[in-house]
């Protein structure tokens, strides 16, 4: 029996180089991504060097969050949490809320998950993540308050509140990772 790529082989006689190239031009832009994050990091003054304030565990995330969340979907078992200062700071320089808005392709979710990436990418483990009412989605993290663990709900597109209209009501679902 003949194998796909055999076929693809016969079919596109340069399909294997094509393919080898590709898996070479992804391997160097991951490096490049890497390099640049790490750059990012390191020598932009805007971006703040994230400062850990506490651990949290899973089991106390799910816990917090189920106390206002239907559904809640933790994919990691830790989380570290950045000091308010720290993530003050970086709120203020991260550009995810320059993005333009694109009704249903870049929107309210695209928004919330674009923050929490970039939360995530300053500070590996960041405990935070995107949770959505039936209307609208944002970004949420984990902050440590008065010796208290708190869920401050930040609107991805402007940097600002969340309109109390969304947190009045249950929430439908949050995601971490």
Known sequence: MISREQIAQLIYP???ERQESLIKLNAQLARENATLKQDMLEND????VPHVARNISSKEMRSLLEKTVDKVHILDRNFVIPTVVSWDQFLKADPTDEQKYVSEYHDCDN??????????NWMPGCACGVVMDYSHAWF????????????????????GNVKEKHL???????WVW
């Open 140 to 159: 949420f993290i984990v902050l440590r308050k008065d010796g208290e663990f708190v869920l401050e709900h930040v609107e991805p597109q402007t940097d």
């Open 168 to 174: 009045d009501g249950d929430l439908y679902m949050a």
């Open 111 to 120: 928004f919330g998950v674009d923050l929490a990436v970039a939360a995530k």
């Open 45 to 48: 003054p805007e971006i703040p």
């Open 14 to 16: 340069e399909f294997k």
